[in-house]
């Protein structure tokens, strides 16, 4: 899928997406996440991670939008849900 966020083109497909989060532990979710292969990712982290950019550069609203165009089902959980 082709996107833009600021101001850079992007064409990720959820392969690209599963690849580039390989190795890397996931950071504590707040309110949005993604699974990938059975764990919970805040959303900023794995745009971030696959795009490159710094997650101050975007916001979760555009991460959850760009992410569910993908392919993904972005899902809300509480942050009690990553203590367990």
């Known amino acids: 899928m082709d996107f833009t966020l600021l101001g850079r ?9 599963l690849k580039s989060m390989r190795g890397i532990q996931p950071e504590i979710v707040r309110t949005h996440a993604v699974e990938l292969d059975g764990k919970l990712y805040p959303v900023k982290q794995v745009l971030s991670v696959a795009t490159g950019l710094a997650k101050a550069d975007f916001n979760s609203h ?8 993908i392919g993904f089902q972005v899902v809300v959980v509480s942050e009690t849900a990553n203590k367990y």
Do not use: G, H, N, T
Request: net charge positive.
């Open 62 to 69: 555009q991460a959850r939008q760009v992410l569910r165009r």
């Open 9 to 17: 083109k992007f064409s990720l497909i959820p392969e690209d997406i």
